[in-house]
């Protein structure tokens, strides 16, 4: 009988390696994006001072997912929470984990003042033009012409508005002497992580930053591998990945 | 740490905003999140004009919703944090307060209530009784300690702060915009001259020790994925509040020994029932009051016995019967009848009580 | 058992609320018993200013009462919103010169006092103590003070204005003794 050869799963230190199997659904960015951010906190060694919140919808699944200490908040309010511990507890690195409905519609108050006020934190908005825990709805990101349970016809941009663009938002009110702001995207792993670190950084300076992480979902797309790879470029054509404001994120 | 600035007893001359700032100063808070409505919005002004010799904090955040969930935070960092609203702003901070009935954070908030529904009036009322009591989707595992003027401001401000702690359920103040804005003599203590020792705050996260070696990391969830297991959490939470019930009730009566019409009132429509009786105990005729201190969790035993020693009872509120609503719940089971008088989002003075109880003499109140 | 209850009103910007803090700082100070409940709405500036004022020997029970012993109209709409406060017991105190109307209510007597106009014409006053004057004349029409109370009230509350302008403090002081005299002469002729 041949021997079964098995080796431990390569998990960051940051992530928890109790969960197990992921709960996120098969091809979900979820796993990718929340992997390359516990290999940013590890590669700055700061896990013993992080304090990860996340919101409600799909990211709320992050909620023990990784080995640090979390609040899983309601919806939209996981950056007033983060705040009011980093404002409480100034050793805090505070990261605000959520998509794009909790980010730019039911709590993007929140993102505005957080960013007016350079709240010393983190918010990482998970884009995946949809609400993926509620059914797949339209979202404020969702595609033109995308179909989704709320727009079974496509996105009429004529009746919804056109697509938000957080990251250009954030990055036209936000003080750029004090704020990171990026776009990234599931596609390049390593670039999502050294974008985390980089926020992380410029956090750790005293400042605020913001990175949207264009990702997938390709059960709510009804999408296989290939095409959900297609509508990800899609979506890279669309949001551009990039840094918008660089802030203190220099080491 | 900050610097308290009672340090002996002050006697001095405020309005009730300014007694709740120096209230939260003596019980050590330590971080104020806030958004302004009128009327507790001096709370907010005299905590931050007391900054600079208390150096404790304060964030003045972008709405409710906000000034909620910010405190949640503050709290889970460990600091002594509160907050103070009323009328819409009680409503939309409700998601916050939900939040900290669900995971046991010792959330404390002054609420200083305005006329409603909506934004209605920036003066007065008790409308906001049943939604600081029940708020929220949930059971309401909450304290609410209704304040009769100053003195009481002062005092229950600082007992808030300990309940909360001690008990870890949301703990609220409240008041209304007269006593926010009225001003009347009050004595400023520091707690510790009572025999009052703050109970420690924790910090629910980045606690003692470091993960991995001496504690795994905190995962703090506010989901279930199963009925039962939500009801299994519940459950415990209902055990843990009645047993709280019992030590934290309070109540107060005034002349209600032997009185045959017992009006019952809280706030500061007590203070007017009081004026009444002596008003009415002086033309002879035996009127008492019970006013819940605490109209959640309410003292049911005295008030089912004084209600059941009184001949007829009259429920008076600046609402339409928010309080009487809770208050019958508990008297299930008794007959003695009962008469109202509401005036919504309106002042009940004492001339408004004595023609009613005479009236209630003249024409019995039915079963 | 005494408690003397005292219903202020005028326009926005006519100093209502200040000479009804003067009041009850003054009570405070003198040992009594003090409830002020300023009326406060949507507007900041503008509108009937009230003041609510109970100065009383034992404890105040209610603080906002349904009828006042004494009050004071200061404008035609000052009358027509606190005409509710009067009852056969209340004494209305009102500025014949700034109100077109009268009080008509039911009460035991009505102050008609020319108080507004006088300040503008008598150089030793000036508009701007006009409710000095007032204050003048609620003293005079509740005993509950004495006008040494009130003067220390006004020291703790303007004494650095008054030092900074002296003829402030003689404008002041002026005021209140007209206020006095005022009344006196028209409870005389009553």
């Known amino acids: ?251 | 740490m900050v610097n308290k600035l009672i340090k002996e007893d002050t006697k001095m001359f405020l309005t009730g905003n300014e007694v709740l700032a120096y209230a939260a100063n003596a019980a050590e808070a330590e971080f104020m999140y806030g958004y302004p409505i009128t009327p507790q919005n001096e709370i907010m002004h005299t905590w931050c004009k007391l900054l600079p010799k208390t150096e404790a904090g304060f964030l003045q955040t972008e709405d409710e919703i906000s000034a909620g969930f910010s405190t949640l935070g503050g709290i889970l960092a460990g600091k002594r944090a509160f907050t103070a609203t009323a009328g819409p702003g009680n409503v939309i901070m409700q998601d916050a307060q939900s939040m900290a009935e669900m995971m046991r954070i010792p959330f404390v908030c002054a609420v200083m209530q305005r006329g409603g529904p909506s934004t209605a009036t920036v003066i007065y009322a008790q409308q906001e009784t049943r939604l600081t009591c029940f708020g929220g989707n949930g059971e309401g595992f909450r304290i609410v300690y209704s304040t009769a003027g100053h003195q009481d401001l002062y005092d229950y401000m600082i007992k808030a702060f300990n309940t909360a702690w001690k008990y870890r359920f949301p703990t609220y103040v409240l008041a209304d915009g007269y006593q926010g804005k009225m001003r009347e003599p009050v004595m400023l203590y520091d707690p510790a001259s009572r025999g009052i020792s703050m109970v420690p705050t924790e910090k629910a996260l980045l606690g003692p020790g470091q993960i991995g070696i001496d504690r795994k990391s905190v995962h703090m969830r506010n989901t279930y994925n199963m009925e039962e297991e939500l009801m299994e959490v519940l459950e415990g939470y209902q055990k843990d509040y009645d047993k709280m019930a019992e030590e934290v009730a309070e109540y107060e009566e005034y002349k209600a020994e032997d009185a045959e019409i017992l009006i019952i009132a809280h706030g500061i429509v007590a203070r007017s029932a009081r004026t009444a009786i002596d008003e009415l105990r002086a033309k002879g005729i035996k009127a008492g009051l019970f006013r819940p201190i605490t109209i959640r969790p309410l003292a049911v035993k005295p008030l089912r016995a004084a209600v059941s020693r009184a001949k007829q009872i009259l429920f008076t509120e600046s609402a339409n019967g928010q309080l009487a609503q809770m208050v019958l719940e508990k008297l299930y089971g008794l007959n003695t009848p009962y008469s109202t008088l509401y005036k919504m989002g309106v002042g009940v003075t004492g001339d408004d009580l004595v023609s009613k109880v005479e009236s209630m003499i003249k024409e019995p109140a039915m079963i | 058992m005494s408690r003397t209850k005292i219903v202020l009103a005028g326009e926005g910007g006519q100093g209502v609320q200040s000479i009804a803090k003067i009041l009850v700082e003054a009570g405070y100070e003198a040992g009594k018993q003090v409830l002020y409940i300023p009326n406060f709405g949507v507007e900041q500036r503008g509108g009937v200013s009230i003041a609510f004022c109970q100065i009383a020997d034992e404890t105040i029970g209610e603080p906002r009462f349904s009828k006042g012993d004494i009050i004071i109209m200061l404008s035609d709409r000052a009358i027509s919103r606190c005409e509710t406060y009067v009852n056969e017991n209340s004494t209305i105190v009102y500025d014949t010169s700034v109100c077109t109307i009268k009080p008509t209510v039911k009460c035991k007597q009505v102050i008609g006092i020319d108080a507004n106009k006088i300040a503008n014409e008598d150089p030793s006053l000036g508009a701007r103590v006009f409710n000095i004057i007032i204050l003048g004349v609620l003293l005079e029409a509740t005993h509950v003070l004495e006008l040494s109370d009130i003067k220390n009230a006004m020291e703790k509350a303007l004494g650095k204005k008054f030092d900074a302008k002296p003829e402030l403090r003689t404008k002041n002081y002026n005021a209140l003794d007209m206020g006095i005299k005022l009344l006196k002469e028209q409870q005389a002729l009553v």
Request: net charge neutral.
């Open chain 1, 1 to 251: 009988m041949a021997e079964v050869l098995t080796l431990p799963p390569n998990l960051p230190k940051s992530q928890n390696a109790e969960v197990g199997a992921s709960k996120f659904c098969p091809g979900c960015g979820h796993g990718i994006t929340l992997k390359a951010l516990a290999n940013a906190v590890d590669e700055l060694d700061i896990k013993q001072k992080t304090v990860f919140g996340c919101d409600i919808g799909c990211s709320l699944l992050s909620w023990n997912y990784l080995d640090l200490d979390t609040v899983q908040t309601h919806h939209g309010r996981t950056t007033p929470v983060i705040y009011g511990v980093t404002r409480a507890n100034p050793e805090a690195i505070g990261i605000a984990y959520m998509g794009d409905g909790g980010g730019l519609a039911i709590g993007s108050q929140h993102l505005v003042n957080a960013a007016v006020r350079s709240e010393r934190m983190m918010i990482v908005l998970v884009n995946n033009t949809n609400y993926g825990m509620t059914g797949g709805q339209m979202s404020p990101t969702t595609m033109p012409g995308q179909k989704t349970e709320t727009t079974p016809y496509g996105r009429d941009c004529e009746v919804t508005g056109r697509p938000a663009k957080g990251a250009e938002m954030v990055a036209a009110i936000a003080n750029p002497e004090k704020s990171f702001v990026a776009r990234s995207s599931v596609s390049n792993v390593r670039k999502l992580q050294s974008t985390f670190k980089k926020g992380l950084i410029n956090v750790q300076n005293g400042g605020f930053s913001f990175i949207e992480v264009l990702s997938i979902c390709p059960l709510n797309w009804r999408t296989n591998n290939v095409d959900t790879l297609e509508r990800l470029k899609t979506m890279e054509e669309f949001f551009e990945v990039k840094e918008f404001l660089q802030g203190k994120s220099e080491q």
